[in-house]
């Protein structure tokens, strides 16, 4: 079983071509995918991954990008794999496209679609997870970065020009500890869903 992500560019006819961007920064997060990331069709794209954990930090990448629609389809995929997304086909990518449709209709812009009653379960906690995201301020991003990027918090106070205790509060506010304690949930629904 496998996981198909199909994203959708949102408000593409008044903004720039974002696709090209999405990909590369994709493609330095996730590495070896089952089939590449890669544009399908006007400002869509598609991936093939095997690992929960990367589904999870792809999707909420793309919901902290704001910009983005993300279903997520688990579920087989036709063998032998093709070289190509574009040329793959399966159960994980119809449910995909069902996961994108209701994204589509979400505030929080991501939805999962899966093989069994799991799925539900992970739709409804990446949906509560991507709403922190997508609520987090810049200020609570600029710790937050700092301290998944390996620094303490004296450090990242020092980064930042404010107190230790600011880039705590700032964390308590962007709900960090949350999301880290929640991303593993996810991942395991997400496994049980395909």
């Known amino acids: 079983m496998v996981y198909v992500l199909t994203v959708d560019q949102r408000g593409s006819r008044r903004s720039r071509d974002l696709v090209e961007d999405a990909l590369s920064t994709l493609k330095q997060l996730v590495h070896e995918p089952l089939l590449s990331f890669e544009r399908t069709a006007g400002d869509e794209f598609q991936g093939v ?21 993300v279903g997520i389809g688990a579920g087989p995929i036709d063998e032998p794999l093709p070289a ?7 159960q994980a990518f119809l449910n995909a496209r069902s996961a994108l449709d209701a994204a589509k209709q ?3 812009h991501v939805a999962v679609v899966g ?7 992970t739709d409804a906690v990446l ?3 991507a709403a922190v995201v997508g609520r987090r301020s810049p200020a609570g991003w600029a710790a937050v970065d700092l301290v998944e990027a390996g620094h303490t918090f004296g ?14 509060q700032r964390l308590a506010v962007a709900l960090w500890q ?10 395991r629904l997400l496994g049980e869903a395909a």
């Open 106 to 108: 979400r505030p929080h």
């Open 155 to 168: 450090e990242a106070a020092q980064i930042l020009g404010i107190s230790r205790q600011a880039v705590g």
């Open 115 to 121: 093989m069994n009653e799991a799925a539900a379960d």
């Open 127 to 129: 949906t509560l997870l």
């Open 178 to 187: 949350q999301e880290r304690d929640t991303r593993p949930v996810v991942a």
């Open 49 to 69: 991954l095997e690992e929960p954990e990367a589904v999870v930090d792809a999707a909420l990448l793309l919901v902290r990008l704001d910009a983005w629609s």
């Open 84 to 90: 190509s997304t574009r040329s793959a086909r399966g």
